[in-house]
C-alpha cells in the first residue's frame, strides 16, 4: 500500500446526483492532488493543494469542487455531472512540491449515466 | 505548457527478453523526469526518476536514459518477468515551481511466460 486511501473504490451516479470522492494520506505529507484519468489519454492534473491552500486549479469545469480540510484530507465534490465525466479519478500526495516523489492512491472509478 | 508523448502504446516481449519504452517532452527547461508503473486496479507508483544533471540511472533491472539535447529520455527493463506486466508512464516536471507532472499517455507492457 502507497499510504494513500480513496474511497469509495468504485461509484455510479446519475446526471443529477451530488456525490464526493474522499482521499486520505497517512504519509505526513503537506502536497495534495487530484488527476483524472481516461483512456488513451494522459493523466490530467486537476487540483493542487499546498498546505490546506489551493495552488492550481487546472481550467475544471465548475461541476468538481475540491475541498481539504486539512494536510491529510482532500475531496472532490461532485454535482450535475456529464457523462464525459466517466473516468478513474485519482488522488496524490507528496512531501513538499518541487519535483518531489507523489504517491498516488487506488483511484474511484466514476461512471456517469 | 508541456507535451510528452510515449511510444510505443503496447509493447509485447518474451520473458527474459528487454523492454525499451522511449519519450519525447516539448518544454527544454524540464528537469525532472519520473517513470510510474500502474497495475491492474492500482494507482501509479514510481518506479524510478532521473534529473537533468545525469545521463543515467539504473536500479537493478531498470534504468532510464535522458539526452537533454535531443529532448527525450528511455525507460529500459532488462531480464523481463512476468510481474512487469503493466501499464508505464512517462511524466516530466514543469518549472513553475510546483510539483506539476505532465504524464504520457502509456505503455501497456505484457511480458509472455
Known amino acids: 500500500e502507497t499510504g494513500v486511501t480513496q474511497t469509495p473504490r468504485h461509484l455510479v451516479m446519475g446526471m443529477t446526483n451530488k456525490k464526493s470522492l474522499k482521499c486520505e494520506q497517512h504519509l505526513g505529507h503537506n502536497a495534495m492532488y487530484w488527476y483524472k484519468q481516461s483512456a488513451k489519454k494522459p493523466l490530467e492534473l486537476m487540483f493542487v493543494?499546498?498546505?490546506?491552500?489551493?495552488?492550481e486549479n487546472n481550467s475544471v469545469p465548475s461541476r468538481f469542487s475540491p475541498e481539504c480540510p486539512n494536510s491529510s484530507h482532500l475531496f472532490l465534490h461532485l454535482h450535475t455531472l456529464q457523462p464525459e465525466d466517466s473516468a478513474l479519478y485519482l488522488c496524490a500526495s507528496s512531501q513538499g512540491m518541487a519535483r518531489n516523489e507523489q504517491f498516488f492512491g487506488p483511484g474511484t472509478r466514476l461512471t456517469v449515466l | 505548457g508541456e507535451n510528452v508523448e510515449q511510444h510505443p502504446s503496447t509493447l509485447s516481449v518474451q520473458e527474459g527478453d528487454s523492454a525499451v519504452i522511449k519519450c519525447t517532452y516539448s518544454d527544454s527547461a524540464s528537469n525532472y523526469f519520473p517513470w510510474y508503473k500502474q497495475e491492474l486496479g492500482k494507482g501509479p507508483q514510481l518506479i524510478i526518476d532521473i534529473r537533468s544533471n545525469v545521463g543515467e540511472k539504473k536500479d537493478q533491472r531498470i534504468a532510464v536514459t535522458l539526452n537533454k539535447t535531443a529532448k527525450h529520455f528511455s525507460l529500459h527493463i532488462t531480464e523481463t518477468q512476468p510481474e512487469d506486466s503493466a501499464v508505464y508512464f512517462c511524466a516530466a516536471s514543469d518549472q513553475t515551481g510546483a510539483n506539476n507532472l505532465f504524464f504520457g499517455t502509456g505503455t501497456r507492457l505484457t511480458v509472455i511466460p
Open positions: 493543494y499546498n498546505f490546506k491552500e489551493q495552488t
